[in-house]
């Protein structure tokens, strides 16, 4: 049970240059989340997937888009990188989106994707 | 005002010690509460929820106090493997982070 995998581990783009970061879970977990760390700001929520088949922007979505392949695998794009989109990455998963029982809400995270756009 | 703000420290404290870290929020619609750990380098991983009644886990004890907005961690008898990011963590339909404060143990 490897939990929520993440590939590259590290990437180097030039400005302009298009890659796809790829996230699967083995959890039958429905809910999927990528987000943005960065110095000084936190955890940031790209997109999300509530479930298969739907996908929604969350606080920084602009640069970016995404692919709900199936229930394991969730994908972020980026068509042009820029140097902004310099950060670490970390895909995330959950039983379910929204209020839902204790422990259900607990996200998933994998090791993250160490991205520098020069 | 930031949504979720924490102390970021750091706070460097020796073996044995006890340590508090607080968190405010913003939004009296949130509805779930945590706290997360995340080490140098690698991901976030949940610590304990955080409940009303308040919870304990271990050398862990958590509170909320929703009138005021306030969320603690407690750690006692502190061990040098809980040097680390502690995040605090509120939900209302997504999950927003504070950015952390960083524990230094030391022996």
């Known amino acids: 049970n490897a939990g929520v995998t993440q590939t590259p581990k590290f990437q180097v783009l030039k400005t302009g240059q298009s890659m796809t970061l790829q996230c699967a879970q083995d959890m039958n977990h429905n809910s999927m989340y990528w987000y943005r760390q960065d110095p000084g700001m936190g955890l940031r929520l790209i997109y999300y997937s509530a479930s298969e088949g739907t996908t929604d922007k969350g606080e920084v979505p602009n640069g970016y888009n995404v692919s709900r392949l199936n229930k394991r695998e969730f994908s972020l794009r980026l068509e042009s990188a820029a140097p902004s989109q310099t950060s670490v990455y970390f895909c995330a998963s959950s039983e379910a989106w929204g209020l839902m029982g204790r422990g259900q809400e607990t996200q998933y995270f994998g090791p993250g994707t160490r991205l520098l756009v020069l | 005002r930031k949504e979720v703000e924490q102390d970021p420290g750091p706070f460097n404290v020796p073996e044995g010690a006890t340590v508090a870290f607080n968190c405010t929020y913003s939004n009296s619609a949130s509805q779930s509460f945590f706290w997360y750990r995340q080490d140098c380098r690698k991901e976030p991983k949940l610590l304990m929820s955080?409940?009303?009644s308040g919870n304990e886990d271990g050398r862990f004890t958590a509170q909320l106090n929703r009138a005021s907005q306030y969320i603690s961690l407690l750690i006692r008898d502190s061990k040098l493997s809980d040097s680390a990011t502690y995040l605090c963590?509120?939900?209302?339909?997504?999950?927003?982070f504070g950015k952390g404060t960083t524990l230094s143990v030391s022996s």
């Open positions: 955080v409940y009303s």
């Open positions: 963590v509120v939900k209302r339909t997504a999950l927003i």
